[in-house]
C-alpha cells in the first residue's frame, strides 16, 4: 500500500499480507494510488535476526529502545520485543517482531517519526492540538496532557457544522493554511466508546503506556475536514483545579508563549530521537536551526489568528458546550 501525507510518499510492504490492512489503519486517510515512494517499509511477522547481527556497542539508548549503528545502518532494538532496522542511505526501513502490537506501534511511531523530519525539512509547523474546523475557520486548542482532547473531540464531532482536522496534531504550511492530520482517536475508558461499533474500534497494548482503545475515522465519515483552512482561531489553555469553563480574550504575546510549548519545542509531540539522532547524541544541537525556523512560523500563526484563553474544568463536556457555544455566536 501506498500513503501519502502531503507530500511523504511511503510504500508499505507486509508479510504476512493480511497485517497490512490493519497496521495501516490509523493513515487510512492518506491512502494513495501508485505513486513513487520516497521511504519504503517492510514489516515482518517474525523473530528479528539477532544472530546475523554484527557485535558492536550501543551508540546511545531511549527509554523505549537501545540504538546501535553500523556500516551506515542503524539498529534500533526495543528490549527483546523487536528491531526497526534503518537503511539511511536507501531509505528502507525493516520492521521485525511476532507481537502484532509491537508492529502496530512500532510502524505507527516510525510514520510519525518521518513526518516530522519531513515537516522541519519543508519549513512546515506540526501544533500539538486538538483542531476543529467551523463554518470554513480552523480552531486550535492546545490542551495539556490528559486534558481530554480525545473526549471533547468527540463531543464536538456530535455537534452539527462543527469538524475535526486532527486530534492530536495538525500541519501548518508555508503560506499558513491548516492541514488535516486524522490518524486515530484513542481512549484509555472503553466505556466511552460503548455506542460505537466493534468493526470501527480496535486495541493497541502500548509498549510503555499500556492498553488503549482506538477509534478508526471512518465512523465519522463526513465529519472529518479534508480541506486545508487558512482561517484560524488559538486557544490558549489552562485546567481549573476547581471552578466553571470560561473563554475570554488573549493576547498573540500569550498565544506565541503556548506555541513555544507545543510547536516550537513541541512537548507531546513524537519527535523519535532514535531516527532523528544519525551521528552521534551531539547531533541534537543541530536542531537549533530547525527550532528557529519553528519559532518563525509560530509567530505567523500567532500573528494571523484571532487568539483567545479557554480555562478547562474538570467536567469535559462541560467543555465542549462553553467551547461550542462561544464558537457558534463568534463565527
Given at each position: 500500500?501506498i500513503?501519502?501525507?502531503?507530500?511523504?510518499?511511503?510504500?508499505?510492504?507486509?508479510?504476512?499480507?493480511?497485517?497490512?490492512?490493519?497496521i495501516?489503519?490509523?493513515f487510512?486517510?492518506?491512502?494513495?494510488?501508485?505513486?513513487?515512494?520516497?521511504i519504503?517499509?517492510?514489516?515482518?511477522?517474525k523473530?528479528?535476526?539477532?544472530?546475523?547481527f554484527?557485535?558492536?556497542?550501543?551508540?546511545?539508548?531511549?527509554?523505549?529502545?537501545?540504538?546501535?549503528?553500523?556500516?551506515?545502518?542503524?539498529?534500533?532494538?526495543y528490549?527483546?520485543?523487536?528491531?526497526?532496522?534503518e537503511?539511511?542511505?536507501?531509505?528502507?526501513?525493516?520492521?521485525?517482531?511476532?507481537?502484532?502490537?509491537?508492529?502496530?506501534?512500532?510502524?505507527y511511531?516510525?510514520?510519525?517519526?518521518?513526518?516530522?523530519?519531513?515537516?522541519?525539512?519543508?519549513?512546515?509547523?506540526?501544533?500539538?492540538a486538538?483542531?476543529?474546523?467551523?463554518?470554513?475557520t480552523?480552531?486550535?486548542?492546545?490542551i495539556?496532557?490528559?486534558?481530554?482532547k480525545?473526549?471533547?473531540?468527540?463531543?464536538?464531532l456530535?455537534?452539527?457544522?462543527?469538524k475535526?482536522i486532527?486530534?492530536?496534531?495538525p500541519?501548518?504550511?508555508?503560506?499558513?493554511?491548516?492541514?488535516?492530520?486524522?490518524?486515530?482517536?484513542?481512549?484509555?475508558?472503553?466505556k466511552?466508546?460503548?455506542?460505537?461499533?466493534?468493526?470501527?474500534?480496535?486495541?493497541?497494548?502500548?509498549?510503555?503506556?499500556g492498553?488503549k482503545?482506538?477509534?478508526?475515522?471512518?465512523?465519522?465519515?463526513?465529519?472529518?475536514?479534508?480541506r486545508?483552512?487558512?482561517?484560524?482561531?488559538?486557544?490558549?489553555?489552562?485546567?481549573l483545579?476547581?471552578g466553571?469553563?470560561?473563554?475570554?480574550?488573549?493576547?498573540?504575546?500569550?498565544?506565541?508563549?503556548?506555541?513555544?510549548?507545543?510547536?516550537?519545542?513541541?512537548?507531546?509531540?513524537?519527535?523519535?530521537?532514535?531516527?532523528?539522532?544519525?551521528?552521534?547524541?551531539?547531533?541534537?544541537?543541530?536542531k537549533?536551526?530547525?527550532?528557529?525556523?519553528?519559532?518563525?512560523?509560530?509567530?505567523?500563526?500567532?500573528?494571523?489568528?484571532?487568539?483567545?484563553?479557554?480555562?478547562l474544568?474538570?467536567?469535559?463536556?462541560?467543555?465542549?458546550e462553553v467551547?461550542?457555544?462561544?464558537?457558534?455566536?463568534?463565527l
Amino acid at each position: 500500500m501506498i500513503i501519502d501525507i502531503h507530500g511523504l510518499v511511503i510504500k508499505i510492504q507486509c508479510n504476512p499480507d493480511n497485517l497490512l490492512e490493519e497496521i495501516i489503519r490509523p493513515f487510512k486517510f492518506f491512502l494513495s494510488k501508485e505513486k513513487v515512494p520516497e521511504i519504503i517499509v517492510n514489516i515482518e511477522q517474525k523473530d528479528p535476526p539477532y544472530n546475523s547481527f554484527p557485535g558492536i556497542k550501543a551508540s546511545f539508548s531511549t527509554p523505549r529502545n537501545i540504538v546501535y549503528k553500523h556500516n551506515g545502518q542503524k539498529i534500533i532494538d526495543y528490549f527483546g520485543k523487536g528491531v526497526v532496522i534503518e537503511d539511511r542511505a536507501e531509505s528502507k526501513y525493516h520492521i521485525y517482531g511476532c507481537d502484532t502490537n509491537f508492529l502496530y506501534e512500532a510502524f505507527y511511531l516510525l510514520v510519525i517519526s518521518l513526518f516530522g523530519q519531513f515537516c522541519d525539512m519543508k519549513g512546515y509547523l506540526r501544533v500539538h492540538a486538538l483542531a476543529l474546523s467551523y463554518k470554513d475557520t480552523a480552531i486550535l486548542l492546545p490542551i495539556p496532557p490528559g486534558g481530554g482532547k480525545s473526549t471533547m473531540a468527540m463531543a464536538m464531532l456530535n455537534v452539527n457544522g462543527f469538524k475535526l482536522i486532527s486530534d492530536d496534531e495538525p500541519m501548518v504550511d508555508n503560506s499558513g493554511y491548516i492541514h488535516p492530520f486524522p490518524t486515530r482517536i484513542g481512549t484509555l475508558d472503553k466505556k466511552k466508546i460503548a455506542s460505537i461499533p466493534e468493526k470501527f474500534v480496535y486495541r493497541i497494548d502500548r509498549m510503555e503506556f499500556g492498553l488503549k482503545y482506538f477509534i478508526d475515522y471512518d465512523y465519522w465519515q463526513d465529519k472529518i475536514e479534508d480541506r486545508p483552512l487558512r482561517k484560524s482561531i488559538l486557544f490558549i489553555s489552562h485546567r481549573l483545579l476547581n471552578g466553571e469553563p470560561s473563554i475570554q480574550k488573549a493576547s498573540r504575546m500569550n498565544a506565541l508563549y503556548s506555541l513555544m510549548r507545543d510547536a516550537v519545542i513541541g512537548v507531546g509531540l513524537y519527535q523519535g530521537l532514535e531516527f532523528i539522532i544519525h551521528n552521534s547524541s551531539w547531533e541534537i544541537l543541530t536542531k537549533v536551526k530547525i527550532v528557529s525556523k519553528r519559532f518563525i512560523k509560530a509567530v505567523k500563526l500567532a500573528l494571523s489568528s484571532e487568539t483567545y484563553q479557554m480555562n478547562l474544568s474538570r467536567n469535559i463536556e462541560k467543555n465542549a458546550e462553553v467551547l461550542k457555544k462561544f464558537i457558534e455566536n463568534t463565527l
